[in-house]
């Protein structure tokens, strides 16, 4: 199974400023990368797919890259509504498609 | 619109059974790989199983294999899962997700369901 590891857990942030989460495959899993967004209480939303997509009525603040095994999702001005925990998945090898423990997101 | 609504959760004591239901609107849903992803308290996301569009082909976890049964009803765009011999550690909430054709990730979930077993 492939071991999805994101850095950091906690990332404590200024609204306006940028935020960069991390995402680590234990192997390579090419461009089969996808970021959700999740809130308290709500499921997760898709930001990006294929490792850099955005997903349909995501802002462009959100940008994903990488590919193998070292991925990154940028917001580059954080906004109030972003403060959440992202998770990355990898589908390269599905089933499972497992996912990473998750980045909280937080007001600094 | 894309909407899913999730039901049949509850508290359940060890051992005991519980079937969740999945009610799909919104897309074809009999052209769509349709999945369970569970989610324990304060914890992150695990995939549980998937079934194929006509129904045909299933995938399980390993910590649910044997004890979980995916199933579809394309007739009233129905999603269920069957759980038997329920565990503590089966305990969170259960999303039915829908994955996008091909090489892609799951696109729409639902607002999921509490499944709590405990005596």
């Known amino acids: 199974e492939i071991v999805m590891t994101q850095s950091p857990a906690t990332l404590s942030v200024s609204p306006g400023e940028r935020a960069t989460l991390s995402c680590r495959a234990s192997?390579?899993?090419?461009?089969?990368l996808a970021w959700y967004q999740q809130k308290p209480g709500q499921a997760p939303r898709l930001l990006i797919y294929?490792?850099?997509t955005r997903a349909t009525g995501i802002p462009a603040r959100f940008s994903g890259s990488g590919s193998g095994t070292e991925f990154t999702l940028t917001i580059s001005s954080l906004q109030s509504e972003d403060f959440a925990v992202y998770y990355c998945?990898?589908?390269?090898?599905?089933?499972?498609?497992?996912f990473g423990q998750g980045t909280k997101v937080e007001i600094k | 619109e894309v909407q899913m609504l999730e039901s049949g959760g509850g508290l359940i004591q060890p051992g005991g059974s519980l079937r969740l239901s999945c009610a799909a609107s919104?897309?074809?849903?009999?052209?769509?790989?349709m999945n369970w992803v569970r989610q324990a308290p304060v914890k992150g996301l695990e995939w549980v199983s998937v079934?194929?569009?006509?129904?045909?082909?299933?995938y399980y976890a390993d910590f649910v294999k044997g004890r979980f049964t995916i199933s579809r009803d394309n007739s009233k765009n129905m999603l269920y899962l069957q759980m038997n011999n329920l565990r503590a550690d089966d305990t969170a909430v259960y999303y039915c997700?829908?994955?996008?054709?091909?090489?892609?990730?799951?696109?729409?979930w639902g607002q999921g369901t509490l499944v709590t077993v405990s005596s």
């Open positions: 192997q390579r899993v090419s461009s089969n």
């Open positions: 997700a829908k994955k996008e054709v091909g090489s892609r990730p799951f696109d729409y």
């Open positions: 294929g490792a850099s």
């Open positions: 919104g897309f074809t849903f009999s052209s769509y790989a």
């Open positions: 079934i194929s569009g006509s129904g045909d082909i299933t």
């Open positions: 998945q990898q589908y390269n090898n599905w089933p499972p498609g497992t």
